[in-house]
């Protein structure tokens, strides 16, 4: 059964930064992409950011695109979403999530197995 659990949120002002991790255990990491979503109270879970297999493609929404930077460490099976400039409306539980696919996807459905999610707060 695959296990996620992210670490790193918080409370930070506005332009500042944090650097989520999210670390996996019991899936075979290194072959399928991961992603990042965010989660505000009564609105739909909304895509941030998405790494193929290798690490070599990715893929940002527009909001955080040129702020967030996702990478991934294949040998020690984590993922990491640095996130620099950070605004009041990047306020949300952010979700870490491995895919059933080996390349980018932006779709929810494709994201089989989610993390119990981390809380940042950023104030203005």
């Known amino acids: 059964q695959v296990q996620l659990v992210e670490s790193g949120g918080g409370l930070v002002q506005a332009g500042g930064s944090l650097r989520l991790a999210c670390a996996t255990s019991?899936?075979?990491?290194?072959?399928?992409?991961r992603g990042w979503f965010r989660q505000t109270p009564g609105k739909e879970r909304q895509f941030v950011a998405a790494?193929?297999?290798?690490?070599?493609?990715?893929d940002y929404s527009d909001s955080v695109k040129g702020r967030f930077t996702l990478s991934r460490d294949n040998a020690n099976y984590t993922v990491y979403l640095q996130m620099n400039s950070l605004k009041p409306e990047d306020t949300a539980v952010y979700y870490c999530a491995a895919a059933n696919v080996p390349e980018l996807s932006r779709d929810l459905n494709v994201f089989t197995s989610w993390g119990q999610g981390t809380q940042v707060t950023v104030s203005s």
């Open positions: 019991g899936h075979s990491f290194s072959s399928y992409s």
């Open positions: 790494i193929s297999w290798h690490g070599l493609h990715t």
